[in-house]
């Protein structure tokens, strides 16, 4: 012991209390239509604060000390996923980060205030029905509308 | 009969279990050699699946998540990722098997070698993927696939010594067979009653009705309805090939021999419509298999699915779909024979079974998916039991395979 103060024990929060392993990784992440728009792979954390919410962490941030709060800043989802089966640490830039703010609710899935299809993560899905899916007779054809 | 089609998502994911390509040949193997002795384990394959497909699709009723969703969300990336690449194996090998066995079915029926009807057999199945709504989809193979129903009423028509047929019952490896091949094929059919794509299917088909907590009871009948029956007709397989190829001395090693004892029982006609019903059953396991490759790998990796969207709005989905079938035919194009590819699938069922299994009985005891809907004691009970026999068939699989030389 250094004669430092001991850790104080973490204040209890209002609120509900959320498990990361337990209640966001690896859920479904579901649009405003409940369209899956991915699956929770990674989340990011930031130091909260004014400003720094919006932005991912850069190299030349300061260390963070122990005493700053750290909240979850964004929901990671894609190529992320790489890291989780295989360990390592890509590039920041090459996350597609959906913002913790967009969150609009927590439970069975990960619901989202955005149309997926707003979201620079879902490209794949539009390159697909671009290219391929959508071209093919009847690719868009509602499967409530008939023959 | 609107509480016929009700259950036709039960009989559809019951067919696809026990009575594809692969299951349709094992069956009649299993009854010309080993007669009734080995009918035990359908029965015991059925309340395994009745258990474990109730669990998922009341998950799916309940939460709106689908099995392939709770696996990655309890398991993790790496588990779940394991099992998917088992499940997606199997799946693939057996959509191979079920594109050459409707290529099978239509030789039977038409004399055109079947390796011409292999790309007409895969068109089919895609455009019925691509176009068809899930519900007709459903409601056509599961009655079509009915007709298998022949099996049973041809072993009525057979007139059997029915207390002799009893007394075959009794588990015990006949005299000319050894142990080890009797576990081996005792393995195959539990697996095949407890593959794991039936949870796959049946709890993503529930997302694809659109079932709530409301539909709990349309659930628990398309269980208790469709898994039942598939078991039965199963059976009634093995029995045909009992009575008519056991005493004659005949070793099935192809579809077409499925059909002599019921040629012999009820002649041209029961011959016809088990054709239909071997069609039927092929088309509906393969719509099966390539549909579960679809939802487990959109389930895993959080991708648009369902054939209630359109295909637009699944695109990825549609995309993997389309991959399957094509690697499928790109399988058949190398001569192999079908039904023979099946039988590898047991090494990857030994990974994917208890990695499914698991974490469908954690998900349906949180309260968290299943509010006041958590399993019950007795229920949890059987599963668990069901869990340790799943792993140790599971083990036991691949060295009794390479004893026997997949049942010599």
Partial sequence: ?147 | MKRLLAVALGILTAIGGFLDAGDLVTNAVVGSRFGMSLAWVVGAGVIGICVFAHMSGKVAAVSGRATFEIIRERLGPRAAGLNLAASLAVTVLTLVAEVGGIALALQLASSVDHRLWVPVAALAVWLVLWRVKFEIMENVTGLLGLALVGFAVAVFLLGPDWGELAAQLAPQVPVEEDAGTYWYYAIALFGAAMTPYEVFFFSSGGVEEGWTAKDLATSRLNVLVGFPLGGLLSVSIAACAALVLMPAGIQVDAMSQLTLPVAQAGGTLLVAVIIVGIVAATFGAALETALSTGYSLSQYLGWSWGKFRRPAQAARFHLAMILALVVAVAVLATNVDPIAVTEYSVVFSAVALPLTYLPILVVANDPEYMGDQVNGRAMNAVATVYLVIIVVAAVAAIPLMIATEAGG
């Fill in chain 1, 1 to 147: 012991m250094t004669g430092a103060a001991p850790l104080l024990p973490e204040p209890r929060q209002p609120g509900r209390v959320l498990d990361a392993r337990l209640h966001l990784l690896d859920r479904q992440v579901l649009d405003v239509d409940s369209v899956p728009v991915g699956t929770l792979d990674d989340l990011e954390l930031g130091p909260s604060g004014p400003g720094a919410a919006a932005g991912s962490p850069r190299a030349d941030d300061p260390p963070l000390d122990g005493t700053t709060t750290v909240v979850v800043t964004a929901l990671l989802s894609g190529p992320v996923l790489g890291t989780r089966v295989f360990g390592g640490r890509p590039p920041a830039s090459r996350w597609h980060r959906v913002l913790w703010r967009h969150v609009t609710d927590v439970g069975t899935a990960v619901r989202l205030a955005n149309r997926g299809d707003d979201l620079d993560l879902t490209w794949t899905e539009r390159w697909v029905r671009d290219h391929v899916v959508g071209r093919l007779p009847g690719g868009r054809h509602d499967p409530d509308a008939g023959p």
